[in-house]
């Protein structure tokens, strides 16, 4: 009998349907103008977050002018972010699900496993019309604004799909090669059409403890080599550090960093950022945007993993389309 593989919320197929039909996918060119496919229902696209959960994640950052844990920040920045998708996916008719959304967490058991919880629990992706009927909770917030220079104190109400954790070790690799198999099933799953390609956002605080450089660079190779028509998947790697220093987003050269192996390690197994991203990037860091970006950041604290995700998912909201918006 043979082994079955499962495509992500898909009936199993026979491993070799899969792998051939994976490998058709792959020879298939890339076209002349990448990152330029519509998004809509018929030809979605997907984001996958990958959330360290290690035990250093318990120590402290400001995260709306209070002290939180980085684990604390991390998971109320996702949420937003899962709130925007949510919020740029809503039509008159609903939420049409135009991206599949997986969230990777790793730590905990020390292995890495999808994070949803709730209703959503042992979910791989799920669809943004699932993300919204199934959160956990509204967490109520004071934000502290200044608006033309008084500040100001306001309230925000987040919804919750996912919750900080924080224990054990740091599996990043693990958690690169569940989100490379992830990925895989999804382009097996949509072998036909114009996909605007996939995007990774792995988002850290430390080494691995489960491989060592060149493991790490071969699992980020496995993501990025993956590719629709329309490009490869991206892959962005945010450090979260508690050192003093100014972040450092979107390095245009190893030289842009401080001599830090961790550093140099997740500029390499970062994705070169497409064209189609470089003025969003050149706004956020002050720059020339015919300038080349690699998708990371060093030393980033909440302000600036809030800009690396809006970036980094901003692009593929804004391509959301779909031909029956008009209809009632």
């Given at each position: 009998m043979s082994e079955l593989v499962k495509s992500p919320n898909q009936s199993p197929v026979p491993a070799g349907t899969f792998h051939e039909t994976l490998r058709q996918v792959l020879e298939t060119p890339v076209k002349s103008k990448p990152y330029t496919a519509q998004v809509t229902r018929s030809s979605?696209?997907?984001?996958?977050?990958?959330?360290?959960?290690?035990?250093?994640?318990?120590?402290?950052?400001?995260?709306l002018g209070k002290p939180v844990s980085k684990a604390g920040a991390v998971a109320r920045i996702v949420n937003e972010i899962l709130q925007e998708i949510i919020n740029r996916c809503q039509k008159s008719d609903g939420v049409r699900d135009y991206f599949d959304i997986a969230v990777i967490g790793y730590g905990q058991d020390d292995t890495a496993d999808f994070a949803w919880e709730g209703a959503l629990r042992d979910r791989e992706f799920v669809s943004p019309s699932e993300l919204a009927a199934n959160y956990l909770s509204v967490e109520t917030v004071v934000v502290?604004?200044?608006v033309r220079g008084v500040p100001m104190e306001r309230t925000k109400h987040l919804k919750q799909w996912i919750t900080p954790?924080?224990?054990a070790l740091t599996p990043m690799k693990n958690a690169l090669e569940k989100a490379a198999d992830l990925l895989e099933a999804w382009l097996v799953?949509?072998?036909?059409?114009?996909h605007f390609p996939p995007l990774v956002l792995n988002i850290t605080d430390g080494a691995a403890t489960d491989g060592k450089a060149p493991d790490l660079l071969a699992a980020a190779r496995r993501i990025k080599n993956l590719h629709t028509t329309d490009g490869h998947v991206l892959l962005l790697n945010i450090h979260l550090s508690s050192a003093a220093g100014d972040p450092v987003l979107f390095p245009?050269?190893?030289d842009d960093l401080p001599d830090d192996s961790l550093a140099r390690l997740l500029y390499d197994m970062s994705s070169e950022m497409p064209q189609v991203y470089h003025a969003d990037i050149a706004r956020l860091v002050r720059v020339?945007?015919?300038?080349?970006?690699?998708?990371?950041?060093?030393?980033?604290?909440?302000?600036a993993l809030i800009s690396m995700l809006q970036i980094g998912t901003?692009?593929?909201?804004?391509h959301t389309h779909d031909a029956a918006r008009s209809q009632p």
């Open positions: 979605p696209s997907a984001f996958v977050f990958l959330i360290d959960q290690s035990g250093s994640m318990k120590k402290q950052v400001t995260y502290q604004d200044v954790k924080a224990n799953g949509h072998p036909a059409g114009d245009t050269a190893p020339d945007n015919s300038g080349y970006f690699t998708g990371m950041a060093f030393n980033a604290d909440a302000k901003n692009t593929a909201l804004a």
